[in-house]
């Protein structure tokens, strides 16, 4: 990723290694799908982020049902979300399973 790159200064969670990623159409922003595995919390969870300074004036819960919307997140799926206004990004995380062993 360049230093133009909306999603150039994104931090995965400790010790997370990105298995699948690719960008996509959220309606009028730019989506960031990740697939990651988490050893440290012993996890493999999917992720939509979304760059808080391409969404300017919108609010979280706006962000979050665009994301519900995204045909990413089942509908009845749980959803968790990280908004780290300081580093730019709106994270969410679900699919949420534990690792195999």
Not at 16 to 25: A, K, T
Not at 41 to 47: D, K
Not at 64 to 93: H, K, M, Q
């Amino acid at each position: 990723m360049t230093e133009t790159d909306p999603f150039a200064r994104i931090r995965l969670p400790d010790s997370g290694e990105i298995l699948e990623e690719h960008r996509f159409p959220l309606f009028e922003y730019t989506g960031l799908y990740q697939k990651l595995r988490v050893p440290a919390a012993g996890v493999q969870v999917e992720s939509i982020v979304v760059s808080l300074e391409e969404a300017a004036g919108r609010d979280t819960q706006y962000l979050l049902n665009l994301v519900v919307a995204s045909g990413y997140v089942a509908e009845d799926a749980d959803l968790t979300f990280r908004e780290n206004r300081a580093g730019g990004y709106l994270y969410t995380y679900f699919n949420i399973q534990p690792l195999e062993t």
